[in-house]
């Protein structure tokens, strides 16, 4: 056998190591449809450095109490729902949330009070029409009358950091949830069809998307009363956000302007699968404000809502709710229920 002189050794071993590097890299591609899931591409203000999301733990909790109102944590692919969300970002910022990543408020995330953590949802605001693709990661909030509080870079994009708060409609997006969770729980990620890649985005990102609002007449059951209250909300002093503008400028192009979605704020006082329920309920609250009771079908089963207003603002929403929750209805809500009488379960 003849010998291989030095030269030709170091040429061999140099092939080598790229042959290896070469398999090792297919590996790596391989995995990328799964590994892409775990990759936010954000864009931090200020700079255009991307910066990986974090996964932290999959989580889904124990029923809890908060100021006496019970949360119960569960998954629901069919989450869909309106209301008043709001922002939190520099007193918790750098902290842990609940499924113990670290927040940042310059990255698009969320809280929500019962949805798995972590979840991926669409939130549209329905008075500009702006919609973003939200990673919720968090717990909250816990103030009255809100369904989500947003990071404070999502509330720029969504148009509400400078008011505070917004009429919104949230609805969980199942497929790329579920991703997710798989991730988080270490898990392979679900097989999608060739069409199914071409919906879904990997992650959520730095992006503003139009969805379209569907049409969902209610029917309203019952006279509502005429009964008439004056709600004095705070003052404009106290009901403003005070906030500093973040460094560097929103990418306004990654911003979709739509016509707004005409919608009115409720207070739900109750839900009753038994119409007598709900109308002693409507007559108890009678002199707080104009009620209604309306019909709605939820797998087959016929449930009354009792639903105090319209209000014109949300400080006038909080008050009614506050005084409805003061007659030992705890589990009352706010709502946003669009001027076609569409709401939570069927879209506006």
Not at 42 to 71: D, F, H, L, M, S
Not at 126 to 149: M, T
Not at 273 to 292: E, F, Q, T
């Amino acid at each position: 056998m003849p010998k291989i002189g030095k030269s030709a050794f170091a040429q061999l071993r140099k092939k080598s190591r790229i042959g290896v590097a070469i398999v090792t890299l297919g590996m790596l591609l391989a995995g990328c449809a799964e590994t892409q899931l775990a990759v936010h591409g954000v864009k931090r203000i200020g700079g255009a450095q991307t910066q990986p999301t974090q996964i932290g733990n999959y989580k889904i909790g124990n029923p809890y109490e908060i100021a006496g109102q019970w949360y119960y944590p569960a998954v629901d692919y069919e989450y869909n729902e309106t209301g008043i969300a709001s922002w939190y970002g520099p007193k918790f910022h750098g902290k842990k949330t609940a499924n113990g990543e670290i927040f940042d408020q310059y990255e698009i995330s969320a809280a929500h009070r019962t949805l798995p953590l972590p979840s991926i949802v669409r939130v549209t605001n329905l008075e500009n029409g702006k919609s973003l693709k939200v990673r919720v990661n968090d717990r909250g909030p816990f103030a009255h009358g809100r369904i989500i509080d947003m990071s404070r870079r999502a509330a720029q994009l969504l148009g509400f950091e400078k008011k505070g708060t917004a009429k919104v409609m949230v609805e969980i997006v199942e497929l790329e949830s579920r991703q997710i969770a798989a991730i988080a729980q270490g898990k392979a990620a679900p097989q999608v069809t060739v069409a199914e890649q071409n919906t879904v985005t990997a992650a959520p990102r730095d992006v503003v998307e139009t969805v379209r609002l569907d049409d969902g007449p209610i029917t309203e059951s019952g006279e509502p009363t005429t009964s008439k209250v004056k709600l004095t909300p705070p003052s404009a002093q106290t009901a403003s956000v005070t906030s500093t503008p973040l460094e560097g400028t929103i990418e306004e192009a990654s911003v979709v302007q739509v016509a707004p979605v005409s919608s009115s704020i409720y207070v739900q006082a109750g839900a009753f699968s038994i119409y007598d329920n709900a109308l002693n309920l409507r007559n108890r609250l009678y002199d707080l404000a104009p009620a209604k009771i309306e019909p709605i079908d939820v797998k087959g089963t016929t449930f009354y809502r009792v639903r105090l207003g319209p209000l014109n603002t949300v400080p006038e929403a909080d008050i009614l709710l506050e005084r409805v929750i003061a007659t030992g209805q705890n589990g009352a809500k706010v709502v946003v229920e669009c001027a076609d009488g569409g709401s939570a379960t069927s879209g506006c």
